[in-house]
């Protein structure tokens, strides 16, 4: 039976914080009850080799620093659950509701499990690089451990499932060496090229700003999408390309793209940087 690629992947989400007495689970909408959970975070800490996490960072305060420590791990099998698999992102939070001074000086460390289905790893394997930089964007409204409420985290659950369903596009561009480098972030740098691939819409744009592009790099830039389209998306999106600047503004006005500084339904060729919204 074929898989539905725009349905959900994950079935669950556990999450496990360091609190001042050990390893507890703050979250759980998963399949496994409390004990499995729990069997699953302590599992999960010692296979990252961080069981004593709490002088991960320098400072605490220190937004970049906190952003840096997040990590990606597995996937990870579930002990007596072999229908069942788990991906593990950590990161750590300030701790407003602690009395252990080193928990209060570096942070509460987190661990969260991403629970799915074993028949669908190749398509959560498609998204793997995404993980841990999406989830930087989507988990920013997590800073202190009071913010790791059943609100916050369901909305994480929520936006981590739509990366795997595939119902967000994604951009990249191609550097003059041809390789195609996937761009995530608001500040976007400026490129003579934008890829947008759009599974829900079967379609891989070309973005053509610069009206000078030479013949040469058109031909390197349709060989790194057609690289891009066979080995990602398996020939399944037909290639578009868009050199009109207006066409490409309204695409970009789709896409939650625009560049900064300038009005949204604008292309502007002087700018720097792009912005995602």
């Not at 990870?76 to 992102?89: C, G, Q």
């Amino acid at each position: 039976m074929d898989i539905d690629p725009y349905e959900p992947k994950l079935i669950g989400m556990i999450l496990s914080t360091f609190s001042d007495t050990g390893p507890q689970i703050s979250f759980n909408n998963s399949p496994l009850d409390e004990n499995e959970a729990m069997i699953l975070a302590i599992k999960g800490m010692t296979v990252i080799g961080l069981d004593n996490p709490l002088d991960m960072i320098d400072d605490i305060e220190d937004e970049e620093d906190r952003r840096a420590s997040i990590q990606q791990f597995g996937p990870f099998p579930i002990k007596e659950r072999t229908d069942l698999r788990a991906l593990a992102i950590s990161f750590v939070v300030k701790a407003e509701e602690s009395t252990d001074h080193r928990i209060q000086t570096f942070g509460r460390f987190c661990v969260l499990f991403l629970i799915y289905n074993l028949e669908h790893t190749r398509l959560i394997l498609d998204s793997y690089g995404l993980i841990e930089p999406y989830f930087n964007i989507i988990s920013r409204d997590l800073v202190y451990d009071t913010d790791l409420n059943p609100n916050n985290l369901s909305s994480v659950f929520r936006k981590m499932n739509m990366l795997f369903q595939g119902v967000l596009p994604r951009i990249f561009t191609v550097t003059d060496k041809g390789v195609v480098k996937e761009l995530i972030g608001k500040e976007i740098i400026h490129s003579d090229v934008f890829l947008i691939a759009d599974k829900k819409k079967k379609a891989l744009f070309v973005l053509l700003p610069d009206p000078e592009i030479s013949v040469w790099r058109k031909r390197q830039i349709y060989r790194s999408a057609s690289n891009l389209n066979t080995q990602l998306y398996r020939k399944k999106l037909t290639i578009e390309t868009i050199t009109e600047l207006e066409e490409i503004s309204t695409l970009l006005t789709r896409y939650n793209l625009s560049v900064e500084g300038v009005n949204p339904s604008k292309v502007n060729l002087d700018s720097n940087h792009t912005e995602r919204l």
